[in-house]
């Protein structure tokens, strides 16, 4: 139709409602001792609900703290985290799976401790573990499995929570290259399916422009953030491709910078 003009995918994720709203973030560990360590400063970020969001920064910027206080681990020093009563699930680096259950009564596990009737976890756990591409492994244990294969087993239990919000905390980050990416598609294809709000910590700037709607970058600690860039590449990305190395080349000079800033 003539006339018409295509709104922009960061358009489109600005008209949607809120899924995270952070705001205004202070975190301070020993406030009352002599080492008391200030780990975030008043950190404001929104993430759009359906947002692929990447949380970038140099170690102990206080990125993995940020994800315990959306689930409530902490009690904030300062500010305010509000998800609108959405469900939490976090994702982290080891897939923590217990050894001794199968693939299938790990994904069950949480629907178990929710009173969900036994035939129900079942049909929603072979359904998750077919999701991650897993079925046929239902009945192995975890030592049976390899990394990436318990990471997908671990990510089918966080979606067994029937989250809205996932948080997942450098998830692959004790993965070969070639694992990674393919579970790069993983997500980036269950997040596309579901419409699941992503809030990805990382610190492999690749990582994030490869996977990220927009990734969201934290200063040295105490973690403030200190850039933010919107990445409307078309997807699906290849992680090696020219795009997405030309974003991830502009994010780590502002990140170079930052950590340069710091070590003065």
């Not at 980050?173 to 419409?195: F, N, P, Q």
């Not at 610190?203 to 403030?224: F, I, K, M, N, W």
């Amino acid at each position: 139709m003539s006339g018409m003009v295509e709104q922009s995918p960061a358009a489109a994720r600005a008209a949607r409602p809120v899924a995270i709203r952070i705001d205004n973030v202070s975190q301070t560990y020993n406030r009352l001792g002599r080492n008391a360590l200030q780990a975030l400063d008043r950190v404001s970020l929104d993430v759009a609900q359906g947002e692929f969001v990447c949380l970038l920064g140099a170690s102990g910027c206080g990125k993995t703290t940020l994800l315990n206080l959306i689930v409530g681990q902490y009690r904030l020093t300062a500010g305010s985290i509000d998800v609108g009563g959405r469900r939490v699930g976090l994702l982290f680096q080891e897939a923590a799976l217990f050894p001794w259950l199968t693939a299938q009564e790990n994904v069950e596990m949480g629907m178990r401790f929710r009173g969900v009737p036994p035939a129900e976890r079942r049909s929603k756990a072979r359904h998750l573990l077919r999701l991650v591409h897993l079925e046929a492994f239902a009945e192995r244990r975890p030592h049976e499995l390899s990394g990436g294969m318990r990471q997908r087993v671990a990510i089918a239990r966080a979606l067994a929570q029937e989250a809205d919000v996932l948080l997942m905390d450098e998830p692959f980050a004790s993965l070969d290259a070639i694992t990674r990416d393919v579970l790069h598609d993983e997500v980036e294809a269950i997040w596309a399916r579901t419409g699941l709000t992503i809030l990805f910590v990382t610190h492999d700037v690749r990582e994030a422009a490869r996977l990220g709607d927009r990734v969201a970058l934290l200063s040295s600690r105490p973690g403030r953030v200190i850039a933010q860039f919107p990445i409307d590449l078309p997807r699906p990305r290849r992680v090696e491709s020219a795009p997405v190395a030309a974003v991830a080349a502009a994010i780590t000079d502002r990140l170079r910078e930052e950590v340069r800033r710091h070590g003065r």
